[in-house]
């Protein structure tokens, strides 16, 4: 199955850490993303993270992959109200066949309490 | 800006029409990928081309179609338009495929009457 699956919110005051999870269930996937999606935009991508990587950081995002429970998080340190958004994980396993269309979850709410 | 263009930006229509979404990758870009992401379906892989010829096919109905063109252009044909094909229509374009990273346009919005 090419199931991906996001809770639908999250809230969190400004200033705390956010973490979003996500578990997939293809074990053949190769790239693992994070998009964001602000009201009325397209898709921006943040981060991704190869298959063969526990964790990835960029300045205030961390990724964390655990390959074994195929389970998926992002951190957002010092969130901020500019971070209020849907954000999606997705997967690809890169190889063709159908396989470079990306896998979305449904995309968790991110809402920002002053 | 992804560098990714998309026209129209909305779209309405009557159930029974056909429509064209129109889509211009990112400047060297030779794969576009069409997403379609409605509410109850979420966001789903339509299908792909690399350099003018298709390459994978996702969830795409057999009343929709799509080309990509010599200039590298891509369009996106939706027939016998249904309510249920309402939705935001994104394009996407990387380099090239498989792990290349995908830049996505600002999407069309479809509205089905």
């Known amino acids: 199955g090419e199931d991906v699956e996001q809770s639908l919110f999250l809230s969190v005051r400004e200033g705390d850490s956010s973490v979003i999870n996500c578990t997939y269930t293809?074990?053949?996937?190769?790239?693992l993303y994070w998009y964001k999606q602000e009201p009325g935009a397209g898709l921006q991508l943040l981060t991704y993270?190869?298959?063969?990587?526990d964790m990835k950081q960029d300045q205030r995002l961390t990724v964390l992959l655990n390959k074994k429970d195929k389970h998926l998080s992002l951190r957002i340190a010092d969130t901020q109200t500019g971070d209020s958004a849907i954000y999606f994980c997705a997967e690809s396993r890169g190889s063709g066949g159908g396989a470079d269309g990306l896998t979305f979850g449904k995309g968790t709410h991110l809402i920002i309490q002053p | 800006d992804s560098g990714v263009t998309q026209t129209p930006k909305h779209l309405i229509t009557a159930t029974g029409q056909r429509v064209t979404l129109r889509c211009s990758p990112r400047s060297g870009d030779l794969s576009v990928y069409w997403y379609q992401q409605s509410l109850d379906q979420g966001l789903q892989f339509l299908i792909q081309?690399?350099?003018?010829?298709?390459?994978a096919k996702g969830n795409i109905l057999e009343r929709f179609s799509a080309q990509q063109f010599p200039d590298l252009h891509s369009e996106l044909n939706l027939s016998s338009l249904e309510l249920g094909d309402s939705a935001l229509y994104f394009c996407?374009?990387?380099?090239?495929?498989?792990?290349?990273?995908?830049?996505f346009g600002p999407g069309t919005r479809l509205t089905v009457l």
């Open positions: 293809d074990s053949s996937s190769t790239y």
């Open positions: 996407a374009s990387s380099v090239g495929y498989g792990r290349d990273e995908q830049f």
């Open positions: 993270i190869f298959s063969n990587m």
């Open positions: 081309y690399y350099n003018g010829e298709e390459r």
